[in-house]
T-cell receptor, first 117, second 113 residues
């Protein structure tokens, strides 16, 4: 498997523009997560899905942020309108459901570095 | 919800010394505690993990200890090498269901030769 695939790797946009980040989880993984990483706040959990269903979006900072997972192999994180304070690295990650035989390692994508001018 | 505190935020050691990073968590229902290493510009990657029914786990130069009563777990790196320099994150599961991980703010470890 190629691992968790994210696109774009880098995006530079202007304040007010819509940003869409994309993620393809590892095949067979039941859970998908979106994290945001900044120097000040570290790795923040934004939202996660189990079997394509959003479970907890309490980490989504504002209504400007939305996430979808229309099927088991694709998810998007959208910011509309974007603001300079949204500049960060956004990581998508996936893991299988934990079981007695499997701790359920969390695998990260390479991240999408967003810069909002 | 779960809160994970990590200390120290930066740690500088000489090559060959040991390094210890400590974390505390708030949710007594948490049952899985991984540690991730992130090199500059790269993704975080798992280096070791421990479940709540185990008190200690070791993998070569790396070990993790867990004290469930105190809600405290630690990463120990022995015989540090320059390639150990990175940011290390601890994490704990959000709840007993154990799906989501909440991360500490990270420790920047610098190993000088």
């Amino acid at each position: 498997d190629a691992g968790v695939i994210q696109s774009p790797r880098h995006e530079v946009t202007e304040m007010g523009q819509e940003v869409t980040l994309r993620c393809k989880p590892i095949s067979g993984h039941n859970s998908l997560f979106w994290y945001r990483q900044t120097m000040m706040r570290g790795l923040e959990l934004l939202i996660y899905f189990n079997n394509n269903v959003p479970i907890d979006d309490s980490g989504m900072p504002e209504d400007r942020f939305s996430a979808k997972m229309p099927n088991a192999s694709f998810s998007t994180l959208k910011i509309q309108p974007s603001e300079p304070r949204d500049s960060a690295v956004y990581f998508c990650a996936s893991r299988p459901l934990p079981s007695a035989a499997n701790t359920g390692e969390l695998f990260f994508g390479e991240g999408s570095r967003l810069t909002v001018l | 919800g779960e809160n994970v505190e990590q200390h120290p935020s930066t740690l500088s050691v000489q090559e060959g010394d040991s390094a210890v990073i400590k974390c505390t968590y708030s949710d007594s229902a948490s049952n899985y505690f991984p540690w991730y290493k992130q090199e500059l510009g790269k993704r975080p990657q798992l280096i070791i993990d421990i479940r709540s029914n185990v008190g200690e786990k070791k993998d070569q130069r790396i070990a993790v200890t867990l004290n469930k009563t105190a809600k405290h777990f630690s990463l120990h790196i022995t015989e540090t090498q320059p390639e150990d320099s990175a940011v290390y994150f601890c994490a704990a599961t959000l709840n007993q269901a154990g799906t989501a991980l909440i991360f500490g703010k990270g420790t920047t470890l610098s190993v000088s030769s």
